[in-house]
């Protein structure tokens, strides 16, 4: 999922085993600073007063695609499935179990049958197939429907050639049965992607163009989850409210009121003022002093995200130019950036995925920092020191610490003859510019949707993503076979060799510069406690609460 936005597990036997996932996670697999307070009784009660930097573009379950809209979104809808906060582990939610056929292509899906919306009434099988089928449909124009991709008659749906995914069908009120076309090693896993998650969809029905906006009503936006929609003040805030019905644990506060800020200063200061229990994001060139500050208040996440430099390479000067991305490789400088800007609370990256993922290749030989290298493949892409070389427009999702990092790159490219120019951007513009392919050259944060190489791999660089999520347009024949290849392979060993072989590729064509896996730092105030953050980025508002 993008990050601004966006945006992986297993069980059974057809995917990776989790210990590779949590060997890289180490202890950073989720934060809990319930660890402070440990033996103590939770207090019901209360409002979680949440510091949100930028508004989510949309709470409609086809449309979250940016970390801030999830966010919200995982407390109002349950899917068949969730993701354990510490093991990344697939959990039952609302299919409180599910059978393979001997093919591993056939998955029954058995419902729970205390399952509740919002406004009372009980989730059945039906449900669940008219939202999938909404999610697929042509003109819905989801951008993350892509957990569905593998299921039989996917296409046809999102084509408009059929009203409903034929590989999906109900057996009776309370089982599914869906078929796919191949052995697919991530489908389960991708099912925790709150984009299937399931809603009454009467009430979306009702809300047309309004569902999931910030005109939308309880009454127009019912979810399954443990809270419950209350308003959405746009631009403001966002509040939702405990659901007691909810079939699962509980929540222990009554509320959490996401206050939205446009810059991390602002939101700073009112955790200042005690107006805030949790900032998400913090000032740059700030961490160091605010640790000082709070000592026993903040939380230092790593997580499954990588950022990267995008090129649009279906426009000049990026579209058959590899000798240009090149140089824009050598001549960028990310760990200085990690030394001042960050503060250190990053690592270098050195291509598609987080060093955390499986199947990372740490041998990978991606360019490094290297002025007199940049300056040579800048003249064998036919601009010799930058001449003949028009400025090429630099996007970016705005927030203080972006600012400065674009300001960063300016000044690296032009040390070699390459003028950039800055343009930042609100998120819900800047996401469907990236995706429009109207931007030259962009930031984009890539947090996992599910901890498997695929949902950063076959959806970043896959030609079937090109306007959604690969937002690069690239595409290569080689590694198109490979992903393909990769996603069937229910081989633990074979499949992470696929994957390396992939990554190899897409660094000697260099479609884009990566650059950070960032590490955050959040501020939690002192009345809260057992606050989770997977390394998948979610905070969980189930668990947290706060004392009197």
Avoid at 81 to 93: F, I, N, Q, R
Avoid at 262 to 271: K, R, Y
């Amino acid at each position: 999922m993008l990050k601004g936005k966006g945006r992986w597990y297993l069980v059974i036997a057809v995917l990776l085993s989790v210990t590779l996932i949590l060997s890289g996670c180490g202890p950073n697999a989720a934060l809990t600073n319930g660890d402070k307070t440990s033996g103590a009784t939770p207090v019901d009660g209360g409002t979680f007063r949440f510091g949100m930097i930028s508004s989510p573009s949309a709470l409609e379950p086809a449309f979250l695609e940016e970390i801030n809209g999830i966010q919200i979104g995982k407390e109002l809808y349950d899917g068949l499935v969730k993701y354990d906060p510490s093991s990344l582990e697939v959990m039952p939610a609302i299919a409180e179990k599910w059978d393979y056929s001997a093919d591993k292509k056939v998955i029954k899906f058995h419902i729970r049958h205390d399952v509740k919306f919002h406004d009372g009434t009980s989730l059945k099988a039906q449900d669940v197939l008219e939202v999938w089928n909404r999610l697929a449909a042509k003109d819905t124009l989801s951008p993350v429907a892509f957990p569905l991709e593998p299921i039989v008659g996917f296409a046809e749906v999102n084509s408009g050639e059929a009203k409903t995914i034929s590989g999906l069908k109900k057996i009776d009120d309370y089982t599914i049965e869906v078929t796919l076309r191949e052995k697919n090693a991530a489908f389960l896993t991708s099912l925790g992607h709150p984009a299937v998650s399931i809603y009454k969809i009467e009430s979306a029905l009702k809300a047309g163009k309004d569902f999931g906006t910030p005109v939308a009503t309880p009454e127009t936006l019912i979810g399954t989850g443990a809270f419950k929609f209350v308003k959405w003040n746009s631009d403001q805030d966002v509040t939702i409210e405990k659901f007691d019905d909810y079939y699962g644990t509980k929540a222990h506060v009554d509320r959490v009121v996401y206050k939205i800020f446009n810059d991390e200063s602002t939101a700073l200061n009112e955790f200042r003022a005690g107006n805030l229990d949790y900032v998400d994001m913090l000032p740059p060139g700030q961490r160091n002093s605010i640790s000082k500050e709070f000592p026993d208040q903040t939380i230092n996440q790593t997580t499954l995200t990588t950022q990267f430099i995008g090129f649009n390479l279906t426009k000049a000067p990026f579209k058959d130019n590899v000798n240009l991305r090149k140089a824009i490789a050598y001549a960028l400088d990310p760990q200085s950036i990690i030394d001042t800007v960050l503060e250190g609370n990053s690592t270098l990256s050195n291509g598609p995925l987080p060093s955390t993922m499986p199947g990372y290749d740490k041998d990978l030989k991606a360019p490094k920092f290297d002025p007199a290298k940049a300056k040579e493949y800048l003249a064998l892409a036919g601009y010799p020191h930058g001449k003949g070389l028009a400025p090429i427009q630099y996007a970016y999702n705005f927030n203080q610490e972006n600012q400065k990092i674009a300001e960063a790159f300016q000044g690296q490219l032009k040390e070699v003859g390459i003028q950039i120019e800055l343009r930042n951007m609100e998120w819900g513009s800047y996401v469907k510019a990236m995706q429009s392919g109207e931007n030259q050259m962009f930031r984009v944060n890539w947090v996992a949707d599910y901890p498997d190489p695929a949902n950063f791999l076959n959806i970043l660089y896959s030609k079937s993503q090109w306007g959604m999520n690969n937002v690069i347009f690239y595409s290569n024949p080689v590694v198109e076979s490979l992903l393909a290849q990769g996603i069937e392979e229910t081989d633990t060993t074979k499949r992470m060799d696929i994957y390396k072989k992939i990554q190899e590729l897409v660094v000697e064509d260099q479609p884009a510069v990566w650059t950070f896996n960032p590490n955050y730092l959040r501020l939690l105030g002192k009345k809260v406690h057992d606050l989770t953050i997977s390394a998948l980025d979610h905070k969980d508002m189930r668990t947290v609460w706060l004392s009197k």
